[in-house]
């Protein structure tokens, strides 16, 4: 159950206190689906969204996964539920396409948490280390950097590098837990965070694991390091969602976004899935809602655009992340089984769609 989506009867009650017939919601979604092949647009969402916006999408994932289908679609127009970007990655892999971004609130704390003369400045700290940029950055912040990564090829973007010293940025959570696992290299990590994974604290694993012994606890590498060390198996979103889908293991401890705890929670109904309390609840990841997907798509609102002096660098970053992970495929990259190591059973899945 989607946070702030409560089922009763024949409504939803929606995050703002409004309430909306279940029927005008599958109105909404009629057509949305059916404006969009109209437009011969597609949806991409992040599966931190609502599970009904999850669910009018043509493909749904992490970063890294939405980042392969929009370098892959054919479609004119993509509606990009997450993020801002996010889009603006979508927009650096399409530029001849039209991305729209339903609201434009949409933001990460985390992103804005570094502005290119913060990079520039921590540059000059380090001088001669590359910059590895996480994907959970601006365009502009991309632009000064030599290749961006995300949670799901982090270890592998950082370990194709030679250079002893590298900086990462903007995120101390990620960079740290890569600096762990590759402790050869000396990584000089921004302090950047996200606040959502960042609410979590080792207190709460511990109430957790108390009250579900037996469960398997897994987090996201967002989180502080003093939390993620606690977990059993730590991984991107994706691997995450392979993790538990085919883990032997019914009970589950969940150290991330709650939007994924509920897409979990829905698709496999014969485990039990819970996480931390208060939610783990980013807020700009809600702003999208089925009304603003479909004014985007009728309207041709708010669209994504880069200038032109930061575009082709900011691409470049993107390209050469794919590069790097396409050119050497590595089992098993970004994960890390804790203290009570548990069995891995794959990588970099692609959650179903139209579901």
């Keep these: 159950m989607a946070i702030g989506i409560a089922k009763q009867d024949n409504y939803l009650h929606n995050g703002n206190g409004k309430v909306v017939l279940q029927r005008d919601v599958q109105f909404l979604k009629e057509e949305i689906k059916k404006i969009a092949k109209k437009k011969n647009a597609v949806i991409?969402?992040?599966?931190?969204?609502?599970?009904?916006?999850?669910?009018?999408?043509d493909h749904v994932g992490d970063s890294l996964a939405l980042s392969r289908f929009a370098a892959k679609t054919n479609a004119d127009i993509i509606?990009?539920?997450?993020?801002?970007?996010?889009?603006?990655?979508?927009?650096?892999?399409?530029?001849?396409?039209?991305?729209?971004?339903?609201?434009?609130?949409?933001?990460?704390?985390?992103?804005?948490?570094?502005?290119?003369?913060?990079?520039?400045?921590?540059?000059?700290?380090?001088?001669?280390?590359?910059?590895?940029?996480?994907?959970?950055?601006?365009?502009?912040?991309?632009?000064?950097?030599?290749?961006?990564?995300?949670?799901?090829?982090?270890v592998q973007i950082v370990s194709s590098f030679k250079d002893k010293e590298i900086i990462f940025v903007p995120d101390k959570g990620l960079g740290v837990w890569v600096q762990e696992q590759l402790p050869d290299k000396k990584i000089h990590i921004y302090d950047g965070f996200c606040p959502t994974h960042y609410q979590i604290t080792p207190k709460d694993v511990f109430i957790m694991r108390e009250k579900y012994p037996r469960a398997v606890v897994v987090a996201h590498p967002?989180?502080?390091?003093?939390?993620?060390?606690?977990?059993?198996?730590?991984?991107?979103?994706?691997?995450?969602?392979?993790?538990?889908?085919?883990?032997?293991?019914?009970?589950?401890?969940?150290?991330?976004?709650?939007?994924?705890?509920?897409?979990?929670?829905?698709?496999?109904?014969?485990?039990?899935?819970?996480?931390?309390?208060?939610?783990?609840?980013?807020?700009?990841?809600?702003?999208?809602?089925?009304?603003?997907?479909?004014?985007?798509?009728?309207?041709?609102?708010?669209?994504?655009?880069?200038?032109?002096?930061?575009?082709?660098?900011?691409?470049?970053?993107?390209?050469?992340?794919?590069?790097?992970?396409?050119?050497?495929?590595?089992?098993?990259?970004?994960?890390?089984?804790?203290?009570r190591k548990q069995e891995e059973t794959g990588v970099n899945s692609v959650i179903p769609t139209r579901c």
């Design 79 to 154: 509606v990009f539920c997450g993020v801002h970007f996010m889009a603006e990655t979508a927009k650096l892999l399409n530029p001849l396409k039209t991305i729209l971004l339903p609201d434009l609130q949409s933001g990460c704390p985390m992103a804005d948490m570094i502005s290119v003369d913060d990079l520039r400045a921590f540059k000059a700290e380090h001088p001669g280390a590359p910059v590895i940029c996480y994907v959970n950055s601006n365009a502009d912040v991309k632009a000064e950097s030599d290749v961006c990564c995300t949670s799901t090829n982090a």
């Design 44 to 57: 991409i969402t992040h599966i931190y969204q609502r599970l009904e916006v999850q669910d009018i999408a």
């Design 222 to 339: 967002e989180c502080d390091p003093e939390v993620w060390r606690l977990a059993d198996f730590v991984g991107s979103t994706s691997q995450i969602y392979k993790f538990v889908s085919n883990h032997s293991k019914q009970h589950f401890i969940i150290l991330s976004e709650q939007g994924l705890v509920a897409r979990m929670q829905r698709d496999m109904p014969h485990k039990i899935i819970v996480t931390t309390f208060p939610l783990p609840l980013c807020p700009n990841m809600k702003y999208h809602k089925l009304e603003n997907v479909l004014n985007a798509l009728v309207n041709n609102v708010n669209e994504i655009k880069i200038k032109p002096d930061r575009f082709k660098k900011a691409a470049q970053t993107i390209t050469r992340m794919f590069k790097i992970t396409e050119s050497k495929e590595q089992k098993n990259t970004n994960s890390w089984e804790g203290p």
